[in-house]
């Protein structure tokens, strides 16, 4: 049984934009929600959070200015805008839910911290 359903990845060329989605079952409780990336051969690195409880964000260094993580609290979703998108932004992207401290949550911790893990969905950006 499903319990975070993503959606919305593909391929696009760069300077493209994609918009991820992920919805988190009712089922889960959770105070952090999030966004990470694996591409091949590396580590999975947190790409954006958000705390359910204020919408405060965070960013990796690399996404800044480009990527917009959002939340639909009524619909227990959240989204990933993806913007100005470049080949380096390859990867399968997650979506992970759990209850993380907020200061966990808005810094650059383990992906380990989250229990809750979506099946993934890749996003290819071609040159």
């Known amino acids: 049984q499903a319990q975070l359903v993503e959606s919305g990845g593909g391929s696009v060329q760069a300077g493209g934009s994609l918009r991820l989605s992920c919805a988190v079952s009712e089922y889960i409780s959770s105070s952090c929600m999030g966004w990470f990336r694996q591409a091949p051969g590396k580590q999975r690195e947190a790409v954006a959070k958000i705390y359910k409880g204020d919408g405060d964000t965070y960013y990796a260094d690399s996404v800044k200015g480009r990527f917009t993580i959002s939340q639909d609290s009524a619909k227990n979703t959240v989204y990933l805008q993806m913007d100005s998108l470049k080949p380096e932004d390859t990867a399968v992207y997650y979506c992970?839910?759990?209850?993380?401290?907020?200061?966990?949550?808005?810094?650059?911790?383990?992906?380990?911290?989250?229990?809750?893990w979506g099946q993934g969905t890749q996003v290819t950006v071609s040159p």
């Open positions: 992970a839910a759990d209850f993380v401290p907020r200061p966990a949550c808005l810094a650059d911790v383990s992906s380990q911290v989250f229990g809750y």
